[in-house]
């Protein structure tokens, strides 16, 4: 009987061994698709030269959730981007990177990111292909240079095996890094909140919700445009200067006087859950968001022509602007564990 069990029990150990113990749970071709949910432009990036499988969405994954990206090996893309948060940075105003530096932005949501003609607050990168690239070499972020990252991984076995998957041979190359993770972040879709259903006819809205609805088509939806909630445009929504940073926003990429304090318009689907808000975290609750555009407007020479003399919003209004907003909450992407950390 203990010789049955001995060799039970290592039989047991010896199969669990021959499947890859570090990649799970397995992600299957089924699960990784280029969607345009119904009603939706089309994507800014598609992926015509970047073909997307299972296994480049699971380097692309296991890369995001990798510290090896960062020079000390402590700080991964998912550090700053926590999915319970929509993938911002929960509670956290301006980044913290590698030995507890702090940057200057707030980490935004990661979703629908192949819709972003542009990307960062200020559009300062054009392509989702060469993100990565920012923040691995921000010197507060993870301060690591490609050479090394390339160097790091060609070393590893568990990476050569994935490339080798993703890629058809082990070579490790910076554009293979970028693909890669352009698969796994471009494919995170968010499209099942109440509102999709509300707009598909499956559920359909509260009293109060409808009232918050229709007072966002009024007064918010010429900038947070559906059905991605952002116009993708760069603008001065009246927030006063902050003096520790004193970021010029769009003026930063464009030098130009007329951009000065112009920040994209972020998209609002899940913000419920991605505090705090605006590009330097400056807002702790959605109640203070909707009391800056009713009396917190500042007033300069880029400030949006719409917005002198702010929203008028009541206390009513803005309990049903904020029930609106809570239907944007996509608890299935929050939870999908297609884009949870998979290296443990
Ligand atoms: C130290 C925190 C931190 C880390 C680590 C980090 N990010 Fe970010 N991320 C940010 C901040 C802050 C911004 C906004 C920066 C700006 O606007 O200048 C940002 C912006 C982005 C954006 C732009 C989103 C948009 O809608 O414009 C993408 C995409 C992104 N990060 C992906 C990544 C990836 C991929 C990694 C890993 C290679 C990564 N981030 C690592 C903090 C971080
Ligand atoms: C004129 C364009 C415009 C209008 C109108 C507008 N917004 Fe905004 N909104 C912006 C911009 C631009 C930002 C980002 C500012 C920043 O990061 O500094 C923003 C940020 C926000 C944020 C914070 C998002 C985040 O992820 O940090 C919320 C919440 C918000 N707006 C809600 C609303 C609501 C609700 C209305 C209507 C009452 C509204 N906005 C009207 C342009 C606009």
């Not at 089309?42 to 380097?59: E, I, K, Q, R």
């Not at 948060?85 to 932005?105: K, M, T």
Request: aromatic share 10%; with cysteine.
């Amino acid at each position: 009987m203990k010789n049955l069990l001995l060799i039970f029990s290592s039989f047991v150990f010896i199969t669990s061994c021959s499947v890859d113990p570090e990649i799970k749970p397995i992600i299957g071709e089924d699960d990784v698709k280029e969607i345009v949910p119904p009603g939706w432009p089309a994507p800014v990036y598609t992926y015509s030269a970047n073909t997307l499988t299972a296994d480049g969405f699971t380097l692309g994954r296991t890369l995001f959730y990798d510290p090896i990206l960062s020079a000390d090996n402590t700080i991964s893309c998912g550090s700053c981007h926590q999915q319970f948060a929509a993938f911002a940075h929960s509670g956290h105003d301006v980044s913290h990177g590698i030995n507890g530096l702090l940057g200057n932005r707030n980490a935004p949501v990661l979703q629908n990111l192949n819709w972003n003609p542009t990307f960062m607050h200020d559009g300062g990168i054009l392509n989702i292909e060469v993100m990565p690239l920012a923040p691995i070499t921000n010197p507060v972020e993870m301060n690591e240079t490609m050479t090394n990252v390339v160097a790091k991984l060609s070393s590893s076995g568990k990476y050569k095996q994935l490339f080798t998957k993703a890629f058809g041979s082990d070579l490790v190359n910076s554009q293979r890094i970028f693909r890669a993770i352009a698969q796994f972040m471009g494919t995170m879709y968010s499209y099942n909140s109440k509102y999709d259903l509300v707009k598909s006819g499956k559920e359909s809205f509260t009293a109060q919700e409808q009232s918050g609805y229709n007072l966002f088509v009024q007064k918010c939806a010429s900038c947070h445009t559906e059905p991605l909630f952002t116009d993708y445009q760069y603008r001065n929504n009246g927030l006063s200067i902050n003096v520790v940073y004193n970021d010029s926003g769009r003026a930063h990429i464009t030098g130009a006087a007329a951009d000065r304090y112009k920040f994209k318009t972020p998209s609002l689907r899940n913000i419920e859950k991605s505090e705090p808000y605006m590009h330097d975290g400056r807002f702790t609750s959605l109640n203070q968001c909707l009391e800056h555009y009713n009396s917190g407007i500042v007033a300069s020479p880029t400030l949006e022509t719409q917005l002198v003399g702010g929203i008028p919003l009541t206390p009513q209004n803005k309990a049903d602007l904020i029930a609106f907003l809570k239907t944007l909450t996509d608890t299935k992407y929050l939870t999908d564990s297609r884009f949870s950390d998979n290296n443990f």
